[in-house]
């Protein structure tokens, strides 16, 4: 399915879209679809519990994406060391170009309250399924073997750049 060709005829305002439809066109994207918690998010979500760490990608949406002007907008969000982190690339709502590109937001102003918790609902469905998840093995490489990657795949591993993002979209 041709997720672009889509999204003008089927992406509706909020408060009609749907988490679990929303996960299923982000699903089509390899690199969306990659994304999965790792041994350290997973405990961060056992002890937190889910909704204190929502509470977290409330502060995090508001204080890092909502602007109209995000700082550093496109590199706000780390690729690891919080589930919201993960999970915000995993459903696009790292940045605002990828809220722009999935959810139909324009960038250049801030989010609206409601737009804030869709999102949070998206992230929260996103969670929930991989709690359910176990093979979390391979999410994440030892904190060791990390250290010895040559510092691009490092790079690529700890901070986030959108844009390179988008090339694995596809
Ligand atoms: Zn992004």
């Known amino acids: 399915m041709n997720r672009s060709s889509e999204k003008s005829s089927t992406l509706v305002s909020p408060p009609c879209w749907d988490p679990d439809q929303q996960l299923r066109w982000l699903s089509e994207s390899r690199f969306r679809s990659r994304q999965h918690l790792g041994i350290a998010e997973r405990k961060i979500l056992q002890r937190l519990g889910l909704e204190k760490v929502l509470e977290h990608g409330r502060v995090f949406l508001t204080q890092r994406v909502a602007p109209a002007r995000p700082a550093n907008d496109g590199r706000q969000t780390p690729m690891r060391k919080h589930p919201i982190f993960v ?79 988008k090339k694995h979209e596809g």
């Open 87 to 165: 999970a915000q690339h995993a459903t696009a709502t790292c940045c605002r170009g990828c809220i722009a590109r999935w959810y139909n937001i324009p960038t250049g102003r801030e989010l609206t309250a409601l737009e804030i918790d869709t999102l949070l609902t998206v992230i929260r469905h996103w969670l929930e399924r991989e709690m359910e998840r176990s093979d979390c093995k391979k999410a994440e490489p030892s904190p060791t073997a990390a250290k010895r990657r040559p510092r691009s795949v490092q790079q690529t591993l700890f901070q986030t750049d959108c844009e390179t993002a």
